[in-house]
């Protein structure tokens, strides 16, 4: 057993697949948690929070990696339909990736900022809020094309269509 998991440990898909919740499941309960301690205005369950989702955003990085890493294996494993649905997910991680990065800097300048500038821990924790709403969503959006490359039973819908360009190269 022990060998079985230290080989699924080595094989970046696996990886991808193991952490992927993070950017998603974990971050909507960071935000859940920042926007009770927001109303109830207390500072030390804002930091509290707001270290969560700075971890959850700056997970999309290590997600990322393996996700391309992961590539020519899912590839490999993918019927047709499945390999539009990734190209698809890859398209998406990357025109949204730094979204998450831009949540995980604002959340460590909403725990910093405010040792210096008291008055700005509302506007930024608010700042966070709406941002980590935004970022939720888009992970859920990437996620959306990520679960219909090997889950048939999650394509409700026609793979995607490649654009010309891209049928170019």
């Not at 190209?87 to 991680?93: N, Q, S």
């Not at 998450?100 to 604002?106: E, G, H, Q, T, V």
């Not at 509302?122 to 941002?131: F, K, N, Q, R």
């Not at 999650?154 to 995607?160: K, Y």
């Amino acid at each position: 057993m022990i060998e079985t998991l230290l080989r699924d440990l080595r094989q970046p898909e696996y990886i991808h697949v193991l952490i992927n919740p993070l950017p998603i499941y974990g971050l909507a309960m960071g935000w859940v948690g920042l926007v009770i301690a927001f109303f109830l205005k207390s500072r030390r369950a804002q930091i509290a929070t707001l270290i969560i989702v700075l971890i959850c955003a700056a997970s999309a990085w290590p997600v990322y990696e393996y996700g391309e890493q992961a590539e020519n294996p899912v590839i490999s494993m993918a019927d047709k339909d499945g390999q539009a649905w990734l190209a698809e997910h890859k398209d998406r991680a990357q025109n949204l990736i730094y979204f998450f990065y831009a949540l995980a800097l604002l959340s460590a300048a909403a725990i910093v900022v405010p040792m210096k500038w008291p008055k700005s821990s509302m506007a930024l924790t608010l700042a966070v809020i709406v941002l980590g709403a935004v970022v939720i969503g888009m992970g859920a959006y990437i996620a959306q094309a990520g679960g219909k490359i090997r889950h048939r039973e999650f394509r409700n819908e026609p793979p995607p269509k490649k654009s010309t360009a891209e049928e170019q190269r």
